[in-house]
């Protein structure tokens, strides 16, 4: 069974840019997580979609938004880039919200450096 | 506002003995709890969880215990491995949706 699958592997924009990233979940997966590492903090909650539908976004701003599309997979997009959004971003994926106890399983992640 | 924590940032151990990793949280609507591994630069691994029903969960040398009342969890590693050396997370959630995770132990085996 593939894994959860990200790319690009890394990403470099300079400030004011837009990235956009994606993830495939594992097949069956109906709900897709993004999370942010920066350096040396921990993995920061970003956002949630579950069946198409944003369910549930950190403490992030606006700036940060994505997609989920019928196939399920998902585009994490970052706009007006700033350089502390330089960060390992990963995502994960589990299966159909509203069963209990769902494992998420991560993806390798995407490198994002900002200039 | 840290709901977990983790705080023991670094652990060394020997081959073979156990590794006790410790984690404490403070809301009590947790009711999933996960075990990552993680190496730099790479996705999370998943190792273990258990869910606020149980107090004990088993899968080969990973044992995680949980006590509700303290708002405590452990991972057991019996017996250490070189391979085992990485940063371990914890982390929980509320009805299987976002994760939030501790801030991470670096576990160091010691051949």
């Known amino acids: 069974e593939a894994g959860v699958t990200q790319s690009p592997t890394h990403l470099i924009k300079t400030r004011g840019q837009q990235a956009t990233l994606r993830c495939s979940p594992i097949?069956?997966?109906?709900?897709v997580y993004w999370y942010q590492q920066a350096l040396g903090l921990g993995l920061q909650f970003l956002l949630w979609?579950?069946?198409?539908?944003?369910?549930n976004r950190g403490n992030f701003p606006p700036r940060f938004s994505g997609r989920q599309f019928p196939n399920y997979s998902s585009e994490l997009n970052v706009n007006a880039l700033e350089l502390e959004d330089s960060a390992l971003y990963l995502c994960?994926?589990?299966?159909?919200?509203?069963?209990?106890?769902?494992?998420?399983?991560f993806g390798p992640g995407t490198r994002l450096t900002v200039l | 506002d840290q709901q977990v924590k983790q705080n023991s940032p670094s652990l060394s151990v020997q081959e073979g003995r156990i590794s006790i990793l410790n984690c404490d949280y403070t809301?009590?609507?947790?009711?999933?709890f996960l075990w990552y591994k993680k190496y730099p630069a790479e996705g999370p691994t998943f190792l273990i969880s258990?869910?606020?029903?149980?107090d004990k969960n088993e899968d080969g040398r990973f044992t995680v215990f949980l006590n509700k009342s303290a708002k405590h969890l452990s991972l057991h590693i019996v017996p250490s491995q070189p391979g085992d050396s990485a940063v371990y997370f914890c982390?929980?959630?509320?009805?299987?949706?976002?994760?939030?995770f501790g801030t991470g132990t670096r576990l160091t085996i010691i051949p």
């Open positions: 982390a929980a959630s509320v009805f299987g949706e976002k994760l939030t």
């Open positions: 097949s069956g997966h109906t709900s």
């Open positions: 994960a994926s589990s299966r159909r919200q509203g069963e209990a106890y769902n494992e998420q399983f």
């Open positions: 809301n009590s609507m947790f009711d999933y």
């Open positions: 258990i869910s606020s029903i149980k």
């Open positions: 979609y579950d069946e198409g539908e944003e369910r």
